[in-house]
């Protein structure tokens, strides 16, 4: 039997990586106002860019609906089994919506073999898991014993943020305005990690300067791991590739990761994180 993984527009892969897993995407829905566009499908990144530059208010997102997932699912024949891997729980309905999409296919067809699982991470950390989930498909190994070692793996994830500017959070309304603008007055850099327990975001330090933030963000990483040899570093940024590759070139210089995936992050991380946003992705020991 053959797996099929589903994944959704909260997660950030390069397209090559899509291409190369056959992956299946249920988009994630992003509303500029009354206009609403699905991500990958009816809006692309550089046309999303141009558009929150020139909205007063910062779009908003919803997640896909039960039947999006349905639909999904219907896709891939009945001898396949499906894994699908949600955005984290803690940001939004997605997972939820899988579950409900799940239950009505299964409705009709109760042989069907479909495991949903909540990353509890979401941009390049649903990327990492992607590269874990193929690399067992890859061998061999069976869909229950996969399921169970993904489990494992997402309670492993380590998934840590960095903005550049605190723009998009201030107009999101995520920092109220006074903290803000003492905040970037004093040029505060904020530190952010997805939490254990539910996949939320937290910010975990306020650091002054770019240099001495970008110089903690890569410290953070060796108080969560100490073997590197087999390990992959996932990496997104938001609209600053030079930025990002620089960040990751010196997690490489001092950490021996066996690989990395980069890419840019999609609509809905790109909304919160602003320009120059990093999120980093790895499994903890």
């Given at each position: 039997m053959t797996i099929q993984m589903i994944i959704d527009g909260g997660a950030?892969?390069?397209?090559?990586?899509?291409?190369?897993?056959?992956?299946?995407?249920?988009p994630l829905n992003i509303h500029f106002g009354d206009e609403q566009y699905k991500t990958g499908l009816t809006i692309d990144l550089s046309t999303f860019y141009q558009k929150l530059k020139e909205a007063d208010e910062l779009p908003t997102s919803s997640s896909p609906?039960?039947?999006?997932?349905?639909?999904?699912?219907?896709q891939v024949g009945p001898e396949e089994q499906i894994?699908?891997?949600?955005?984290?729980?803690?940001?939004s309905s997605t997972y939820d919506s899988a579950i409900m999409g799940r239950d009505m296919l299964l409705e009709e067809e109760p042989d069907?073999?479909?495991?949903?699982?909540?990353?509890?991470?979401?941009?390049?950390g649903v990327a990492l898991l992607v590269h874990e989930?193929?690399?067992?498909?890859?061998?061999?190994?069976?869909?229950?014993q996969i399921v169970e070692h993904m489990n494992d793996k997402i309670e492993k994830t380590t998934t840590l943020f960095i903005l550049k500017t605190l723009e998009n959070v201030i107009k999101g309304g995520r920092l109220d305005r006074v903290k803000g603008t003492l905040a970037k007055t004093l040029n505060i850099k904020l530190l952010m990690k997805a939490t254990d327990e539910e996949g939320s975001v937290a910010v975990t330090e306020k650091v002054r300067g770019?240099?001495?933030?970008?110089r903690r963000f890569i410290e953070q990483i060796g108080e969560y791991a100490h073997q590197f040899e087999d390990k992959v570093i996932a990496m997104s940024h938001s609209n600053d590739e030079e930025r990002g590759r620089k960040v990751l070139q010196s997690i490489k210089e001092k950490y021996p990761f066996k690989d990395s995936i980069f890419t840019e992050t999609g609509p809905l991380i790109s909304t919160y994180a602003g320009e120059g946003g990093l999120v980093i992705a790895f499994f903890k020991d």
């Open positions: 950030d892969l390069p397209q090559e990586m899509i291409e190369k897993h056959q992956l299946k995407v249920v609906s039960p039947n999006d997932f349905y639909e999904k699912f219907k894994l699908v891997l949600a955005l984290t729980q803690g940001l069907r073999e479909i495991a949903v699982l909540n990353t509890k991470t979401a941009s390049c989930a193929s690399a067992k498909i890859e061998e061999g190994m069976p869909f229950n770019d240099k001495k933030s970008i």
